[in-house]
């Protein structure tokens, strides 16, 4: 049998204790550091200028291979850089544009394209043809639901019908094919 002595409880509560409080204390010195770098972070980041200014690029020497001016458009000469991407300004018509890197450069340019070929085709005579021609289409619906109120309502009731039997055939056939495909 093992006798506890009043010396040996006294030392377990006093072991106790210390690591308690060198948790507590290990935990405001964890605190304490986290801190301070956090102070350091944003003290560099608050001085960063102070270094070394960004550098001003050329477009003409970052992209080669692209055209930076033509008649629908203008590549600014000076592009800037955070370090990382560059920011390139496209002069339009209708405002400036911003592009972030080389491919998003591209990707403007293109838009710009096929902007102004769709304000070419809007102000062509087939264009205009077309619109009048769509125009008169709808006049003629609109008269006939006015000379025929009750047949154009029958008639729209049947192709709504005819829309809710094709999309039920197109449910059961995905159905049956995702049947098929877990019976594999």
Do not use: W
């Not at 948790?23 to 605190?31: E, R």
């Not at 070419?120 to 006939?144: N, P, T």
């Amino acid at each position: 049998m093992t006798i506890i002595s009043i010396k040996s409880i006294a030392n377990a509560k006093h072991r106790a204790e210390f690591s308690k409080s060198c948790l507590f204390s290990q935990s405001d010195s964890l605190a304490q550091l986290y801190s301070a770098l956090l102070f350091l972070l944003f003290a560099s980041i608050a001085h960063a200028e102070d270094y070394e200014p960004l550098p001003l690029l050329t477009a003409k020497s970052l992209f080669p291979d692209i055209a930076l001016k033509t008649e629908h458009y203008e590549v600014m000469p000076q592009v800037s850089t955070d370090g990382f991407l560059t920011r390139t300004v496209i002069k339009y018509k209708h405002g400036e544009f911003e592009a972030v890197g080389p491919g998003m450069l591209k990707i403007r340019l293109n838009e710009i394209e096929a902007l102004t070929k769709l304000e070419e085709f809007e102000s062509s005579d087939e264009f205009k043809q077309g619109a009048g021609e769509s125009l008169s289409d709808k006049k003629g619906g609109i008269q006939q639901l006015v000379e025929n109120p009750k047949e154009t309502a029958h008639g729209m009731s049947e192709g709504v019908g005819r829309f809710f039997k094709r999309v039920g055939r197109t449910a059961k056939t995905g159905y049956q094919t995702a049947g098929d495909i877990l019976d594999e």
